[in-house]
């Protein structure tokens, strides 16, 4: 069994900066990349940023590019979104996601099906 478990989310203000966590644990995987998604209240969920394991390649909803990055820390088996400049709609549940495979078989990074395993969401929210 593979857990990841995500942390660091909280009340911010409009402008603010978080950093959320997402620490993995259990078994050994296969691991394409990791990825973090966000669903917001009546809402779908939402492709946020991934992170392809082999080359350390990045990608970005439009919406958050400029502002939130995501990067790993090998060592802690651990994958964060540093998030600046924070805005309301950036409210939602914050899962982190991750892909027990070496390639994508052809879906896309955005593709909630191309996720094996996820957290159980940390609540961020903006205040305006």
């Known amino acids: 069994q593979v857990q990841l478990v995500e942390s660091g989310g909280g009340l911010v203000q409009a402008g603010g900066s978080l950093r959320l966590s997402c620490a993995a644990s259990g078994r050994t995987i296969s691991t394409y990349g990791m990825a973090w998604f966000r669903q917001a209240p009546g809402k779908g969920q939402e492709f946020v940023a991934a992170l392809r394991w082999s080359d350390g390649s990045t990608y970005y909803t439009d919406s958050v590019k400029g502002r939130f990055t995501i990067s790993r820390d090998n060592a802690k088996n651990t994958v964060y979104l540093q998030m600046n400049t924070l805005k309301p709609e950036d409210t939602a549940l914050y899962y982190c996601?991750?892909?027990?495979?070496?390639?994508?078989?052809?879906?896309?990074?955005?593709?909630?099906?191309?996720?094996?395993?996820w957290g159980q969401g940390t609540q961020v929210t903006v205040s305006s």
């Open positions: 996601a991750a892909a027990d495979r070496t390639t994508t078989q052809g879906m896309g990074v955005w593709t909630t099906a191309l996720y094996d395993y």
